[in-house]
Every structure is written in structure tokens, then in C-alpha cells.
């Protein structure tokens, strides 16, 4: 299983639409995936179809009980070989909950190693800050996916995470993680900076920018609000393709 966290401390860039969407994307093009929700909005879990259930175990449980395994808490979605990890508000207490725990920084990839032989993905969708909870999500992972919005201030925030991703690296061991690719989101072909942005992320990141890029689109934002993803709301709208073409990308890469 590669297992690949999308991360960017800066909110509103897409990062969730694109964890929801790359996840799709994938498991229409055959492949097994489970997305683990560990944004404590639990936004992903909710366009799923997977949404706050006091019943369900989350990965909240996960995180603070060692008696409950990820195995308890995936479900399946609306999406054929798409499985979820949901999440809800209760993420946020972990913070709380790791600091004494032994082994903090690697609660997650122990818990996700008792599946790895299942899934040929795994899809992080993290928040959109430096945590303790981001810290995990970088340990349990092979790879880093950065969406980066087309706006001038597209690479603020980046540099804190790839100082986080060498700590992560130096001081707690995980020489492997590596930053597989920067996602661009919100472009906009015909808007003169989305062109002049592109340009300056493309200098600064070189190869590991992926060639499709994801529009800014209504679309998108609509069928999230519907609890859906871009191929069941709009599946040959330009989001939908242009999400297609980069989980081609992702494969081949």
C-alpha cells in the first residue's frame, strides 16, 4: 500500500476536494483505496457519505484507544473500492490524549500497517495546520502531495511544512518520506496571475509539479455541498477530467 498524506498548512486550497476527488479518481481506475479522514472538520467523511454518527467509531477511537483497530472504524462508501476512516470533531482532542502515549508520533502507521496488505492506496486528508495529528500523517506516509491555490500568496505556509517534513525526516527517523508532488488547484487559464503563479510554483518545485492542474470550477464546490464526489455529481465536467487525469498521473508516476 503507498500511503500518501495531502498536506498544506494553509487552509482553503483544496486540499480536501482534491483528497476526496484523487481517492475517486483512483478506485475508478481499478485500484483498492481508503481515505482516512484525520481533518477534525471532518469534511471528507461528510461528502462521502460517512457523516457525524455518535454509533460509529472514528478515527478519534483510533488514536486514543489501543483497543480499538482502523479495521473497526472503515466503512465502505458510494464509490465502488473506495473505503473511508472517518473522522469527526473529537479528532481535535488528541492533541490532548498522544502527549503521554508512548510512541506518539507513530500511533498512525501502526495502526494503519494492520491493513496495508488490503489497499493499493491511502489517502491522507490532513488539517490544515503543524500538529501532532500532522506529525502522524507524515510518519505513516511514503509521500507528501502539496495543493498550492493560484493566488499570490501560493507558497505561504509551505516552507513552515517542508521544515516540519526535515524534522520529520532528521529527528524522528522517517528518512524515506518525500514530497511526491505539488497539486495545482483553482486555475484559472485565462486570469493573468493564475499564468504568473503557476510559473513561479513550477520554478520553485520544478518536476515534482504535476501536469494537470484542477480548475477553479463551481462544480466542485457543488458537489461537495451535495455530500458527493465530482464523478457522481458532474462526471464530464472539466473537475471531474481533470481529476481523472491526475490519479493518471499519480499511477504512472
Known amino acids: 500500500m503507498k500511503t500518501i498524506a495531502i498536506a498544506n498548512q494553509k487552509g482553503g486550497v483544496g486540499k480536501t476536494t482534491t483528497a476526496i476527488n484523487l481517492s475517486a479518481a483512483l478506485a475508478i481506475e481499478g485500484r483498492k483505496v481508503l481515505l482516512v479522514d484525520f481533518d477534525p472538520q471532518a469534511n471528507s467523511s461528510i461528502v462521502v457519505g460517512l457523516g457525524p454518527n455518535s454509533h460509529a467509531k472514528t478515527m478519534y477511537d483510533v488514536m486514543s484507544d489501543p483497543r480499538v483497530t482502523i479495521s473497526q472504524v472503515i466503512q465502505p462508501t458510494n464509490t465502488t473500492d473506495l473505503f473511508s476512516a472517518p473522522a469527526n470533531l473529537n479528532l481535535a482532542a488528541c492533541e490532548i490524549t498522544l502527549v503521554n502515549t508512548a510512541g506518539r508520533e507513530t500511533v498512525l502507521k501502526r495502526s494503519l500497517s494492520e491493513v496495508s496488505e ?63 508532488g505539488v497539486i495545482i488547484t483553482f486555475y484559472e487559464k485565462r486570469v493573468k496571475m493564475s499564468q504568473e503563479v503557476l510559473e513561479r510554483v513550477r520554478s520553485f518545485f520544478k518536476t515534482l509539479v504535476f501536469q494537470s492542474v484542477i480548475p477553479r470550477t463551481i462544480k466542485l464546490d457543488e458537489a461537495a455541498s451535495y455530500h458527493q464526489t465530482i464523478f457522481d455529481y458532474s462526471p464530464r465536467s472539466t473537475g471531474a477530467r481533470a481529476y481523472r487525469n491526475l490519479a493518471a498521473e499519480v499511477i504512472k508516476r
Open 118 to 180: 488490503h489497499f493499493d492506496y491511502c489517502i491522507i486528508d490532513c488539517a490544515p495546520s503543524l500538529s501532532l495529528l500532522t506529525v502522524n500523517a507524515l510518519m505513516a506516509s511514503d509521500e507528501i502531495f502539496i495543493p498550492i491555490q493560484m493566488g499570490y500568496f501560493a507558497l505561504e505556509g509551505v516552507q513552515h511544512l517542508m521544515t516540519i517534513i526535515d524534522l520529520v525526516k532528521s529527528d524522528l527517523g522517517h528518512t524515506d518520506l518525500r514530497i511526491g
